[in-house]
């Protein structure tokens, strides 16, 4: 009897063990289960990862990034399906996932001078953009259109920097199907896409961007931009972002936040048409750059900021250098 009380007992034991660790396993698989789920969540759609684009460097050689088709290539489409016609002089898997990836470029003769070249970029079902989306379109010095038609998914999309930087032919940004709303990087983004003229990012979402410096500098003949939608409470450098857009005559940054920006240097340099700027939105107290801010901006005779505008910690070199001013404006908001 006194064996069968041990046996029992140590039965019970045993069933205790395994119930706990029962237990314990369901916890961790659902733990695994909630932070797969947010991995998900963070990074995009795993299940279709055969749809992701590679990402490119500044001094990649390959595919279509080599120096002659970025001098070559003259408008791009992206398209949702991959199939290569017969007439593509070269094409490339371009996918994330050189193994399974379904991504694939390629080029054709261009219709009316076959000494140039139309990309094509597809995948089934569309191409999802890569984390790091930088450098894209990077100094593609001849293209003149870029036609995403809804068939480029950037919702995972981390990085924008230097994404269409110095492509000085191109005359039109259609972006209105970009998701913006994980990006944290737009320095360089259009900077030298001096043919463009106007520029709608009204539906952008850029509360996670930290850096726009020289986002649109050197764009030369942008007339019109709406940035009416970004929220800039993250930003911490806008340093050379408005620099040499000289055909600006309005800008209209109401809506900026600058509580955690430290540079502004450059920030409207050489912005010869603007003739007013209303910075009462700007809080610069913890701005320690403003080099040149607004110099050479020879025909800026008013700038308009309220009390939040601070340049105790700054350097102030240059600032009005070349401009039409000699100081702002405090408190007239």
């Not at 395994?18 to 995009?44: E, N, Q, R």
């Not at 050189?98 to 000494?115: C, F, L, M, R, Y």
């Not at 952008?204 to 931009?225: E, G, P």
């Amino acid at each position: 009897m006194r064996e069968i009380g041990r046996y029992r007992r140590r039965k019970r034991k045993k069933i205790i063990v395994m119930g706990s660790l029962s237990i314990l396993l369901f916890l961790c698989a659902g733990y695994a289960a909630f932070s797969t789920k947010l991995s998900i969540s963070a990074t995009g759609n795993i299940k279709e990862k055969s749809r992701v684009i590679q990402s490119w460097t500044g001094t990649d050689q390959t595919d279509f990034h080599s120096d002659f088709y970025k001098q070559n290539i003259v408008s791009a489409t992206f398209l949702d399906n991959n199939k290569v016609p017969s007439n593509a002089a070269e094409s490339w898997n371009v996918s994330e996932d050189k193994e399974n990836g379904g991504v694939i470029a390629w080029v054709v003769p261009n219709s009316s001078d076959n000494t140039k070249y139309d990309l094509y970029i597809g995948a089934n079902g569309g191409v999802i953009a890569n984390e790091d989306s930088s450098f894209l379109f990077y100094n593609f010095q001849n293209v003149r259109e870029i036609n995403f038609n809804n068939n480029f998914d950037t919702k995972i999309t981390i990085n924008m920097a230097s994404m269409f930087q110095d492509c000085i032919s191109l005359l039109s940004l259609n972006l209105s199907n970009f998701d913006t709303s994980n990006v944290i990087d737009m320095q360089k983004m259009f900077r030298g896409c001096q043919s463009i003229i106007e520029l709608n990012l009204s539906h952008f979402i850029t509360n996670k961007v930290i850096d726009m410096s020289d986002m649109f500098f050197k764009c030369y003949n942008l007339q019109s931009i709406d940035l009416s939608s970004f929220d800039t409470s993250n930003v911490k450098n806008m340093w050379g972002m408005f620099n040499k857009c000289n055909k600006l005559q309005n800008l209209d940054l109401h809506n900026f936040n600058t509580n955690n920006v430290w540079g502004m240097s450059y920030m409207f340099d050489s912005c010869f048409n603007l003739k007013s700027l209303n910075l009462c939105s700007f809080n610069t107290s913890n701005v320690t750059s403003m080099i040149s801010m607004f110099g050479n901006s020879s025909n800026l005779k008013t700038v308009y900021v309220s009390f939040g505008w601070k340049t105790t910690n700054a350097d102030t070199t240059n600032m009005f250098t070349g401009s039409g001013l000699s100081s702002v404006t405090t408190g007239q908001c």
